[in-house]
């Protein structure tokens, strides 16, 4: 892991490690660098689903009245 010498923001940090629940000040950026990193892998799946709805793939979907 490669090391870095940062300046942050104080109130940043303390709101971060409470949503977190971390506690020390590497672990809170070491966690929301994760958080960030697989949001937008969930955002590309999210862009991807929304593709296939313009598309057209869930058209039957939404007519069936009972869709079980």
Do not use: C
């Not at 892991?1 to 490690?17: F, G, K, P, Q």
Request: a negative charge; glycine letters at 4%; aromatic letters at 8%.
């Amino acid at each position: 892991m490669a090391e870095y010498n940062l300046e942050l923001d104080d109130n940043h940090l303390a709101a971060s490690a409470k949503y977190l629940g971390t506690e020390a000040p590497e672990e809170t950026v070491n966690a929301a660098l994760r958080e960030i990193a697989s949001w937008a892998v969930r955002r590309k799946a999210w862009e991807e689903m929304a593709a296939l709805g313009d598309a057209g793939q869930f058209d039957e979907l939404l007519q069936k009245k009972d869709p079980r």
